[in-house]
């Protein structure tokens, strides 16, 4: 097993919407919110603010910004509009439950819209000049208290660890996948060039400390 563990995070395919919006007796429990890249990709996220600190959604923000970015850069991806849940663990165990059959939370799931993904239409914004049209690879949702656990457990920054967390998704989203072992291999050098160009260490490397296990 690889330093991160990311086995939990999973592909949900034949999904084209995810239903974000929870069973909350609290009438207005999420923010949504749209952010848009420098490459020109548009993030709409809904998150669930009473969850995620507000330190670590402004810290965060930036770095899915340009990661999604990165992503585009390096594998020759079209502008992206990609809709994303940060939760909480009941609520991703919910989703997880109902779409994979596991009664449990996990870190990471990704809801790819379709084979070809579908374009958004082009817009003017109301500025009068047209919007360039993005790529709608899908959805991805992200539980908190599952990922701070894991950031502790591996002595990560939360940063680090849900930067590389949107990586994996958006690679899910775009096709990529990690069923065997070329698969991962593939998936994982993809994170860590995209990773790398943010300044964050490779999270599949082996901690110094941690012996080399036996080779036949």
Known sequence: MTPTDLQGAAEVTGMI???LEPDSPDPDPLSSEQWQTG?????????DRHIWPDDVIDAVRPSLVRATDIACEIFDWPRLEVGALLGGD???RDLNLRFRGKDAPTNVLSFPSGDDGVMME????GSGAMDTARLAPGEI??????VSR?????SKSIHDHLTHLWVHGL????????ETDDEADCMEAGEIRVLERLGIANPYARPADEPAGETA
């Open 17 to 19: 919407t995810m239903p």
């Open 39 to 47: 490459g020109g990709s548009h993030l709409d996220l809904v998150i």
């Open 90 to 92: 009941g609520r991703i």
């Open 122 to 125: 082009a817009t003017d914004g």
């Open 141 to 146: 949702a992200i539980a908190w208290e599952t």
């Open 150 to 154: 894991e950031a502790a457990r591996e």
């Open 171 to 178: 690679l899910h989203l775009m096709g990529h996948d990690h």
